[in-house]
């Protein structure tokens, strides 16, 4: 690598119009900033948004449809559904009677900020929501992009290799849960649930795991209250901010 | 990765800077991409080509900078090399080790006209 190379060779002072422009930008600088918009945005709803990430096929959309099924009565749920190609997750949500969207990303891997942003116009989320976001299927890439969540929550299911935060640390590292799903098959299986735990804890300390069955709900009303409190802080911050709008107003 | 929608991002850079600068063409583009960023150079020289096609950049030289992975080791108080992101300590074996570099991912700098 040599800086001087580029120019010494045709650069002459005064003869021509080339020039150098330090810019020192983050290539991921544009997808921050618009996720922060759409923390903003949550914030300002009192939306607890947690976006959902995994290996294809480790369970996200039965965990989902079985969460909002038993949710639905205390909160107003939204869905954005994040695949490839297809509506077919979305239609499966909807079933539940939850507003859900489908976002296609074509030959994308992700779901982006960006992207998440232009769900939200049509979506309109109701004030104190819950926003399950479900991203395309992909240990890899979801972990590089902010989408403005409050949290990511990785699925990984007993049928995968209990190594696997170990081969894909990323996506470890960006969670602060960890769903390990189909628990229900956990006798028929060889899986050692302790030595996941220990990968995925090498990665991210405080990496928090529960043990769940979409199947059986076995688990999930330790999940539902992870979310539970999560949710009421997003709400007593709407809350706070409004009473000190009325006090100031 | 995704080098694809990482280099889109870059060329969305480069346009923004062009109105923001007001240049009409890049010549080289030097990023720095560490080498934990999980980011494949090959992968991003290869998007390069394709997406700058009728930009401001069509035909720009990209120069790939490779910052080398370091992490500071609680254990042994000092900073390390990493090879690997979340590796151990190469002196202790221990994996109390915060990564400090290596996972860069920026747009250095320019050569305009």
New interface residues.
């Given amino acids: 690598m040599d800086y001087g190379a580029g120019l010494a060779g045709v650069h002459v002072p005064g003869m021509s119009q080339e020039r150098i422009v330090q810019i020192e930008r983050d290539i991921l600088s544009k997808n921050r900033s618009y996720a922060e918009e759409n923390r903003g945005y949550f914030g300002r709803k009192g939306v607890l948004a947690l976006n959902f990430v995994s290996s294809p096929g480790s369970g996200k959309t039965s965990l989902l449809v079985r969460a909002i099924n038993d949710l639905k009565d205390k909160h107003a749920i939204a869905v954005i559904e994040g695949d490839q190609q297809t509506s077919n997750d979305a239609e499966r949500i909807r079933a539940t009677g939850a507003k859900a969207i489908q976002v296609n990303t074509g030959k994308g891997c992700h779901l982006d900020a960006h992207m998440v942003g232009h769900a939200l116009e049509t979506l309109d989320i109701a004030d104190n929501s819950l926003l399950f976001v479900e991203n395309v299927g992909n240990l890899v890439c979801p972990a590089a992009f902010d989408l403005g969540e409050a949290h990511k929550v990785v699925l990984l299911s007993t049928t995968e290799g209990e190594d696997k935060p170990a081969k894909y640390p990323d996506m470890f590292a960006a969670a602060d849960l960890m769903l390990l799903n189909k628990s229900d098959l956990l006798p028929h299986l060889d899986f050692d649930v302790g030595a996941c735990i220990a990968h995925a804890l090498r990665v991210n300390p405080n990496l928090q795991t529960l043990i769940v069955s979409a199947k059986t709900g076995e688990g999930l009303a330790a999940f539902y209250a992870w979310v539970e409190a999560r949710s009421n802080l997003a709400r007593s911050d709407l809350a706070r901010r409004k009473a000190e709008a009325r006090k100031a107003g | 990765?995704?080098e694809?929608?990482?280099t889109e991002?870059?060329v969305?850079?480069l346009c923004e800077?062009g109105r923001r600068?007001g240049?009409a063409r890049v010549?080289?583009v030097?990023?720095e991409i560490g080498t934990l960023s999980?980011v494949e150079p090959g992968a991003m020289e290869f998007c390069f080509d394709v997406v700058t096609r009728g930009t401001l950049a069509e035909g720009a030289?990209l120069?790939i900078?490779r910052t080398p992975g370091q992490g500071w080791c609680l254990d042994c108080e000092k900073s390390v090399a990493l090879v690997e992101?979340?590796g151990a300590c190469p002196e202790c074996g221990g994996?109390k080790v915060q990564m400090t570099s290596g996972d860069e991912?920026?747009?250095?700098?320019?050569?305009?006209?």
């Fill in positions: 990765m995704h694809m929608s990482l991002s870059v969305e850079i800077e600068q240049f010549k080289t030097w990023l999980g030289r120069e900078v992101r979340f994996y991912m920026r747009v250095k700098e320019l050569e305009v006209e």
